[in-house]
């Protein structure tokens, strides 16, 4: 299998640049490339954190909320334009506010061919106990629409019978984006759930990532922020991931070390 890893990113240049910079330094051999749905045109971003990429480009549209919401189909878009022509069999999405504390061999199980990954973090009737607003009332026309488009296309739609997954971590195999490219997408709902139907629709399993239900992770998608002190936690109880970090952490590449590193695994 060849990875490569997505990095996807808006603002923030500085933080970007302090986690994109454990990711390198844990994991030199996997390619990094970036994709940017900021406001600045591509001249304005530092120097510094485009040259940790092996690739950048750029979303050509200005609709924050767009972006935000489809992070599927902005990397549907991202596979046509540039990374078709790239080396990989998996890609591994990653936000910027993600802070990988391990490698990525250590973080995701062997990826199978064909398959695609995400940070499960529940299926249809947990998601219903919890009146998880995509498939709430809030977007219950979003939901209608989508199924109507499905019936349309032949497609199976069974909602009962998903998992779902948080987007950040997600793994997405080439086959799923080869056949992504070729129909059109609407932007009913969201990525979150688009990607458990069009897998289901494309007979591509869809599994759990691992980041989720290890313990000692700690993730949260829902406005908390963690630091310096979680970070310590996490990295005590031999966790491999957290989010969000979203502030410049003193001495986090000291913080953040392989086991080879230390003395006593040498001996």
């Not at 996997?30 to 120097?47: C, F, Q, R, T």
Request: hydrophobic share 35%; aromatic share 14%; proline share 4%.
């Amino acid at each position: 299998m060849t990875i490569r890893i997505l990095f996807r990113f808006h603002k923030n240049y500085e933080v970007c640049i302090q986690n994109l910079t454990i990711i390198k330094s844990l994991n030199p051999d996997i390619k990094i490339d970036g994709l940017y749905g900021g406001e600045d045109k591509i001249e304005d971003i530092p120097n510094s954190l485009k040259s940790l990429f092996d690739t950048l480009w750029t979303i050509p549209l200005d609709d924050p909320y767009y972006k935000w919401k489809n992070a599927d189909l902005c990397v549907r878009w991202w596979y046509k334009e540039q990374g078709k022509a790239l080396d990989f069999s998996h890609i591994i999405i990653w936000e910027w506010d993600l802070l990988a504390l391990k490698p990525f061999e250590e973080i995701y199980p062997i990826l199978k061919p064909d398959h695609n990954y995400a940070t499960i973090f529940g299926d249809y009737k947990y998601a219903k106990e919890i009146d998880w607003h995509w498939i709430s009332q809030t977007y219950f026309y979003d939901l209608e629409c989508m199924e109507d488009s499905f019936k349309k296309k032949g497609y199976k739609f069974n909602l009962e019978t998903l998992s779902f997954g948080l987007m950040g971590g997600t793994v997405l195999c080439r086959k799923f984006l080869e056949n992504y490219i070729r129909e059109h997408v609407s932007s009913y709902s969201n990525d979150e759930l688009r990607l458990s139907v069009y897998s289901q629709a494309y007979h591509i399993p869809f599994l759990d990532n691992g980041i989720r239900s290890t313990p000692n992770n700690l993730l949260d998608a829902n406005g908390k922020l963690f630091g310096e002190k979680e970070i310590n936690e996490v990295l005590k109880d031999g966790g491999k991931v957290i989010h969000p970090i979203r502030e410049l952490i003193t001495n986090l590449e000291q913080k953040i070390s392989t086991k080879k590193d230390k003395p006593e695994d040498n001996q």
